[in-house]
């Protein structure tokens, strides 16, 4: 069971919302209370610590929680309680709007699927603050898998997936969960260690990424091969490429 021992207003509040959003069962107490039977988790602030008897029980896990991150804590604490303590890996999904799935010990824990320009920021505040975290990342979209790869932290170890047969059947009233689902199967599939990818694009993918130009700008332009290749390794957004492109026909 875990419980909530903390006199700190703002973190009991925080805490114990989390807890009710996600359903979970849990009890208070205050600091200086006996831990009641049944314990197994206890989340409190680094200041506060509830009385056990003499010795807090053996089997008793202390989590200690901050209110800016409520979540963080709870995730510790489910981790514990379904006897997954472990090592947190992210699993993501490259595409336009990655799939990223967060699990603890083997145990989901959080879920995202984001625009591309936010999925790097995103995983790094999943892990910021995790002891020995792992990115395994999906071999499939490679243009914007090579670009997640090349943008996170380099102290950070990542794996590259084979994600063949990662993406799930989607059933009635499960479409659009399929990247995240596919994140979940990438993050518990061992890869190869990767510090870096470099990828180059093929006539194709400049082909479309030319295509896609000409339809953000609703027929009015189309950028150059030079433009599409450099969109496509990471060095401009596509709105960048059109800017330059617009600057440099306006300008002739």
């Known amino acids: 069971m875990i419980v909530v021992a903390t006199d700190d207003f703002r973190l009991y509040h925080a805490v114990v919302q989390e807890l009710r959003d996600r359903g979970v069962v849990f009890t208070t107490?205050?600091?200086?209370?006996?831990?009641?039977?049944?314990?197994?988790?206890?989340?409190?602030?680094?200041?506060?610590?509830?009385?056990?008897?003499?010795?807090?029980p053996s089997d008793v896990e202390f989590v200690t929680a901050d209110p800016d991150r409520p979540r963080a804590a709870v995730d510790q604490a489910l981790a514990v309680l379904r006897g997954g303590g472990g090592r947190t890996i992210v699993g993501v999904d490259p595409g336009p709007s990655p799939g990223i799935a967060v699990l603890v010990g083997g145990t989901v824990v959080a879920a995202f699927q984001v625009p591309l320009?936010?999925?790097?920021?995103?995983?790094?505040?999943?892990?910021?603050?995790?002891?020995?975290?792992?990115?395994?990342v999906g071999d499939g979209d490679r243009l914007k898998g090579?670009?997640?790869?090349?943008?996170?932290?380099?102290?950070?170890?990542?794996?590259?997936?084979?994600e063949t047969g990662t993406s799930p059947y989607l059933g009635t009233g499960a479409r659009g969960m399929g990247?995240?689902?596919?994140?979940?199967?990438?993050?518990?599939?061992?890869?190869?260690p990767i510090s870096s990818r470099h990828v180059e694009p093929t006539e194709g993918e400049i082909q479309r990424i030319k295509n896609e130009s000409r339809r953000r700008s609703a027929g009015d332009r189309t950028i150059d091969e030079s433009l599409a290749r450099r969109v496509a390794v990471g060095q401009l957004t596509l709105e960048e490429a059109l800017e330059e492109h617009r600057d440099g026909t306006d300008g002739s």
């Open 29 to 56: 107490v205050e600091p200086d209370e006996p831990l009641p039977e049944g314990a197994t988790v206890i989340i409190t602030a680094p200041d506060d610590r509830p009385e056990a008897g003499d010795e807090p």
């Open 117 to 136: 320009s936010e999925a790097v920021e995103t995983i790094r505040s999943e892990v910021e603050e995790e002891p020995d975290p792992l990115v395994r």
């Open 146 to 162: 090579a670009r997640i790869v090349n943008d996170l932290p380099e102290d950070l170890e990542v794996e590259l997936v084979d």
């Open 179 to 192: 990247d995240v689902l596919a994140a979940v199967n990438i993050a518990r599939i061992a890869g190869e």
